[in-house]
């Protein structure tokens, strides 16, 4: 049986769609890639049962103690494929200059060609699973609709947690299709790139060790091949909801970010929302989910890695988070550093990868409680406390749905989504970056944020610890020009009223005193920072002018109750001229990059903060 022929009748046996255009895509996929079987993806209960009991069979998923974590599992992936690839994730524009200096880039056809040329046959032995998705609300005003053809169960399982998926995405595009409109979809092709030869046995974490994540920005497509690491190989949330959405946003007016969103109350029953971007691994999960140790205030959040904004009809911007589920950072988080992501995991219908498994079925990673006297570690090697190793892979995640955070705020469900009042840009620098500082205004802002730097994590592959410009933490994840982008941000400025904007802040949690330990304890402690910048926006709290910006002026951070002297708050908020003369050449290295396609603004706001230092 020729896979043309099957998945010809797979496509009318079960009629999954009438949509010509998606037919026609998947058919063309089918055709190239060979696999046995086609699954178009419904998004029930059943099939969930079906494909995490298929992933147990071909060991992939070990099934958790249902007392302990019910309807969860723990996945090991191959010990190379662990991780974002950003040395083989490309940004395949027509012209090599819309890439910008951040990309790598090939001709779209030449890629094209080399892609076919790896996608041909490569899913012989296997079933090709048809996501229909949606990044967003399904009842947007514009739905942001993808279709993502994978050959990987475990994609397929995840992809369900992270995104609307299913058969009622298709229903959905189906209906707008038929009253005339005419509904966008993202093409998004998956391989793990290890076809399976009749009677050969599968493994558990099949990839290929040659890899592309590409996308074509003109065509809003995405073709990832080799990988089932998530931010590789679940093209909704990195490719599409950030890469490829990023494109969208400069064309159209709005703003695509790696950013958290929360909604902070105070103990008078203020609201504000607050949105921040930090580089991978640096703790937008955490703070999405605040747990406040300051009376009366609470947070409750709306989204943990990527933010969707655009200026509403007030002026105002607008934030919703397009994705349904967390894919967290698992070492490190605790009962003390997030209680809430706890809270949510412990709920179960999660999916654990490269974590340790413990004798009694349940999961653990270097920094939960109750370290476990034996284990098997994420390379499925025997494991205890006196291990070299770690028992978790340092990227090693947690995928869980959103629904079941106890603090989700209810505008979560709200398509036009929430205001932002203020944005913070915040890395991961052991010197030099104040605690908290604010922006004179938005133009300063974005000078923050495009030469936000952070020391680099194991989010990526590559070296850690390297202090790297990371501008607007979207290095990774800017699908076009990087000069260009930080132009559509002084743009968005520009174009709107600087007063119904959100004012903007840098943060940096990560300062060491002398002695090498953080100058701040973090984490919950984070809400005296976020109750400043609170404060700040309606001119409550009191700050002192320095020449990179406002910092909170002594004795205007509450510390009431905090194990702090005024000394150690003074070194976590201090500014060192000599320290911010050294970066000046490294902004300079870093902004000599764009040409002349970096905007003017940023240079004065160089000239300015040069002028400032010296003055
Ligand atoms: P991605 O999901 O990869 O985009 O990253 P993220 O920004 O969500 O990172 P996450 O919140 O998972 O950050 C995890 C790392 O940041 C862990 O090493 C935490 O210990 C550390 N971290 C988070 N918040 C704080 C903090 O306030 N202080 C300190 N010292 N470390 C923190
Ligand atoms: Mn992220
Ligand atoms: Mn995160």
Same mark, same amino acid.
């Given at each position: 049986?020729?896979?043309?022929?099957?998945?010809?009748?797979?496509?009318?046996?079960?009629?999954?769609?009438?949509?010509?255009?998606?037919? @026609?895509?998947?058919?063309?996929?089918?055709?190239?890639?060979?696999?046995?079987?086609?699954?178009?993806?419904?998004?029930?209960?059943?099939?969930?049962?079906?494909?995490?009991?298929?992933?147990?069979?071909?060991?992939?998923?070990?099934?958790?103690?249902?007392?302990?974590?019910?309807?969860?599992?723990?996945?090991?992936?191959?010990?190379?494929?662990?991780?974002?690839?950003?040395?083989?994730?490309?940004?395949?524009?027509?012209?090599?200059?819309?890439?910008?200096?951040?990309?790598?880039?090939?001709?779209?056809?030449?890629?094209?060609?080399?892609?076919?040329?790896?996608?041909?046959?490569?899913?012989?032995?296997?079933?090709?699973?048809?996501?229909?998705?949606?990044?967003?609300?399904?009842?947007?005003?514009?739905?942001?609709?993808?279709?993502?053809?994978?050959?990987?169960?475990?994609?397929?399982?995840?992809?369900?947690?992270?995104?609307?998926?299913?058969?009622?995405?298709?229903?959905?595009?189906?209906?707008?299709?038929?009253?005339?409109?005419?509904?966008?979809?993202?093409?998004?092709?998956?391989?793990?790139?290890?076809?399976?030869?009749?009677?050969?046995?599968?493994?558990?974490?099949?990839?290929?060790?040659?890899?592309?994540?590409?996308?074509?920005?003109?065509?809003?497509?995405?073709?990832?091949?080799?990988?089932?690491?998530?931010?590789?190989?679940?093209?909704?949330?990195?490719?599409?909801?950030?890469?490829?959405?990023?494109?969208?946003?400069?064309?159209?007016?709005?703003?695509?970010?790696?950013?958290?969103?929360?909604?902070?109350?105070?103990?008078?029953?203020?609201?504000?929302?607050?949105?921040?971007?930090?580089?991978? @691994?640096?703790?937008?999960?955490?703070?999405?989910?605040?747990?406040?140790?300051?009376?009366?205030?609470?947070?409750?959040?709306?989204?943990?890695?990527?933010?969707?904004?655009?200026?509403?009809?007030?002026?105002?911007?607008? @934030?919703?988070?397009?994705?349904?589920?967390?894919?967290?950072?698992?070492?490190?988080?605790?009962?003390?550093?997030?209680?809430?992501?706890?809270?949510?995991?412990?709920?179960?219908?999660?999916?654990?990868?490269?974590?340790?498994?413990?004798?009694?079925?349940?999961?653990?990673?270097?920094?939960?409680?109750?370290?476990?006297?034996?284990?098997?570690?994420?390379?499925?090697?025997?494991?205890?406390?006196?291990?070299?190793?770690?028992?978790?892979?340092?990227?090693?995640?947690?995928?869980?749905?959103?629904?079941?955070?106890?603090?989700?705020?209810?505008?979560?469900?709200?398509?036009?989504?929430?205001?932002?009042?203020?944005?913070?840009?915040?890395?991961?620098?052991?010197?030099?970056?104040?605690?908290?500082?604010?922006?004179?205004?938005?133009?300063?802002?974005?000078?923050?944020?495009?030469?936000?730097?952070?020391?680099?994590?194991?989010?990526?592959?590559?070296?850690?610890?390297?202090?790297?410009?990371?501008?607007?933490?979207?290095?990774?994840?800017?699908?076009?020009?990087?000069?260009?982008?930080?132009?559509?941000?002084?743009?968005?400025?520009?174009?709107?009223?600087? @007063?119904?904007?959100?004012?903007?802040?840098?943060?940096?949690?990560?300062?060491?005193?002398?002695?090498?330990?953080?100058?701040?304890?973090?984490?919950?402690?984070?809400?005296?920072?976020?109750?400043?910048?609170?404060?700040?926006?309606?001119?409550?709290?009191?700050?002192?002018?320095?020449?990179?910006?406002?910092?909170?002026?002594?004795?205007?951070?509450?510390?009431?109750?905090?194990?702090?002297?005024?000394?150690?708050?003074?070194?976590?908020?201090?500014?060192?001229?000599?320290?911010?003369?050294?970066?000046?050449?490294?902004?300079?290295?870093?902004?000599?990059?764009?040409?002349?396609?970096?905007?003017?603004?940023?240079?004065?706001?160089?000239?300015?903060?040069?002028?400032?230092?010296?003055?």
């Amino acid at each position: 049986m020729t896979a043309t022929i099957d998945s010809q009748t797979t496509l009318s046996d079960s009629t999954p769609t009438t949509h010509e255009g998606i037919l @026609a895509w998947v058919t063309e996929v089918a055709e190239l890639t060979q696999p046995d079987r086609i699954h178009w993806c419904t998004g029930s209960d059943e099939e969930w049962a079906e494909l995490t009991a298929s992933l147990e069979a071909t060991g992939t998923f070990t099934r958790l103690n249902p007392e302990v974590m019910p309807n969860s599992f723990h996945a090991a992936s191959d010990p190379t494929d662990v991780a974002r690839v950003e040395d083989r994730t490309y940004i395949c524009s027509r012209a090599e200059r819309d890439a910008g200096p951040t990309n790598n880039w090939m001709d779209p056809e030449q890629m094209k060609e080399l892609m076919r040329g790896l996608y041909a046959g490569c899913m012989r032995g296997r079933t090709m699973y048809v996501i229909p998705f949606v990044m967003g609300h399904l009842d947007a005003e514009k739905p942001m609709f993808g279709i993502e053809v994978t050959d990987s169960a475990y994609v397929t399982v995840s992809m369900r947690v992270m995104a609307r998926m299913g058969t009622d995405v298709l229903r959905r595009i189906e209906e707008l299709e038929a009253a005339g409109e005419d509904p966008q979809w993202v093409p998004a092709l998956h391989s793990v790139g290890m076809p399976l030869e009749p009677g050969q046995a599968d493994v558990a974490w099949p990839c290929n060790d040659t890899k592309y994540i590409v996308q074509f920005p003109e065509e809003r497509m995405i073709w990832s091949f080799g990988s089932g690491y998530g931010g590789n190989a679940l093209l909704g949330k990195k490719c599409y909801a950030l890469r490829i959405a990023s494109v969208m946003a400069r064309d159209e007016g709005w703003l695509a970010e790696h950013m958290l969103i929360l909604k902070l109350t105070s103990p008078q029953g203020v609201t504000k929302y607050v949105a921040a971007a930090f580089p991978s @691994a640096c703790g937008k999960t955490n703070l999405a989910m605040l747990k406040p140790t300051i009376p009366g205030w609470t947070v409750e959040a709306i989204g943990d890695d990527i933010a969707w904004m655009r200026i509403g009809e007030d002026g105002r911007l607008w @934030a919703v988070n397009p994705e349904f589920g967390f894919f967290g950072v698992a070492p490190g988080t605790n009962e003390h550093t997030n209680p809430h992501a706890m809270e949510t995991i412990r709920k179960g219908n999660s999916v654990f990868t490269n974590v340790a498994l413990t004798p009694d079925g349940n999961v653990w990673w270097e920094g939960l409680e109750n370290t476990p006297a034996e284990a098997t570690s994420w390379k499925g090697e025997p494991w205890t406390p006196d291990s070299d190793e770690l028992s978790s892979h340092a990227n090693s995640r947690y995928c869980t749905p959103i629904k079941q955070c106890s603090i989700l705020a209810d505008e979560y469900d709200d398509p036009r989504g929430v205001p932002i009042d203020a944005i913070l840009f915040g890395g991961r620098r052991k010197t030099t970056i104040p605690l908290v500082t604010e922006a004179r205004d938005w133009n300063h802002g974005t000078f923050m944020g495009a030469t936000l730097s952070s020391e680099t994590t194991a989010a990526a592959v590559g070296a850690v610890g390297v202090v790297r410009r990371d501008p607007m933490a979207m290095l990774p994840f800017i699908g076009y020009n990087a000069g260009d982008y930080f132009g559509h941000w002084v743009g968005i400025g520009k174009d709107n009223d600087a @007063a119904k904007l959100p004012k903007i802040f840098y943060v940096n949690w990560f300062r060491r005193g002398e002695d090498g330990d953080f100058l701040w304890p973090g984490f919950g402690e984070n809400s005296r920072v976020l109750k400043w910048v609170i404060e700040r926006l309606d001119g409550q709290a009191a700050a002192v002018e320095t020449p990179v910006g406002h910092v909170p002026a002594p004795g205007s951070l509450d510390i009431d109750g905090l194990d702090l002297t005024e000394e150690q708050v003074a070194a976590a908020l201090a500014v060192d001229a000599d320290e911010w003369r050294a970066e000046i050449p490294q902004i300079e290295e870093w902004f000599e990059k764009f040409g002349d396609d970096l905007p003017a603004v940023l240079w004065s706001e160089l000239d300015t903060l040069k002028a400032r230092l010296d003055g």
